[in-house]
């Protein structure tokens, strides 16, 4: 099983490689990099390409690592328990299997995607520790150790909001994914937006390019903001000439709303240009 990249995604020969190795070592991908620069669709487009089920576990702030495993619903026996129901005698009926789980049980090989681990507590990471090192973890309310039949293709992203436990980083491969410079924008554009008039992609990138360039942005657009604005003005029909307007009264590129998320990046990239027209005249 390797994996060569797909006609939906645009996959750097590093990214491949790093891929590839993960499978061959049998060890977690660890993706980081911006929001938005594709680390969750890498999970779905390998498990597409290699012809694989994915499993997806999206973390939240309040997700616990004792989640993917599996949960104990001693609620729900506790009401049948007063209903007279006859499935509270056996435990099992009341144990909610979780991604890991599933994943761990498949009949057949799965791609499994722990998605944003960052996002949950600090010890969330070290308490999987042994479950994705060794594919095995134990079910103590039945009492039966559950081992993986095929071992998942594991990737788990991170969009760096805190730092990572050592020991969990050190089961991992890692893979940082950079952010596409034009060259690899034009190609991930046209696979979107087959046969998309050079004119107007020419002038977008550099609009978008140049707002990613002002110093001081509380968020940078992603890859996935370009394609959204791209689509409203594929959808609006706008000249590429509106885009790199001289008007001093039309600084803001049509649509921006879709590149830039608050006021303050607004005003900023308002004044960034304003300036730079003066500084010309």
Known sequence: MRFQGS??????????????????L?????????????????????????GMPLLEWHVKSTTKAQQGLYEYDAVSRLRDSQLGDQRVKDISNYIVKGTLWQ???????????????????????????????????????TRELIKTKHRPIVFITSNNEKELPDAFLRRCFFHYIRFPDK?????????????????LLKEALHTFFEIREVPGLKKKPSTSELLDWLK????????????RSNDNKKIIPPLH?????????????????????QGRN
């Open 7 to 24: 006609s939906t995604y645009v996959a750097t020969d590093d990214l491949m490689l790093a891929v590839n190795a993960a499978v061959t």
């Open 26 to 50: 049998e060890r977690p991908l660890l993706v980081k990099g911006e929001p938005g620069t594709g680390k969750t669709k890498l999970a779905e487009e390998v498990a597409a390409s290699l």
């Open 103 to 141: 994943a761990f049980s498949s009949d057949e090989p799965v791609v499994l995607l722990i998605d944003e681990v960052d996002k949950a507590d600090i010890e969330f990471p070290n308490d999987l520790l042994r479950e994705l090192d060794r594919m095995e973890f134990f079910v103590y309310e």
């Open 183 to 199: 060259e690899t924008m034009e190609k991930i554009v046209e696979v979107h937006y087959p046969g998309i008039k050079q004119a």
């Open 232 to 243: 409203l003005l594929l959808a609006e029909d706008i000249p590429p000439d509106a885009l």
């Open 257 to 277: 709303g879709a590149l830039l998320k608050n006021e303050q990046d607004v005003h900023l990239f308002e004044k960034l240009v304003f300036m730079t027209r």
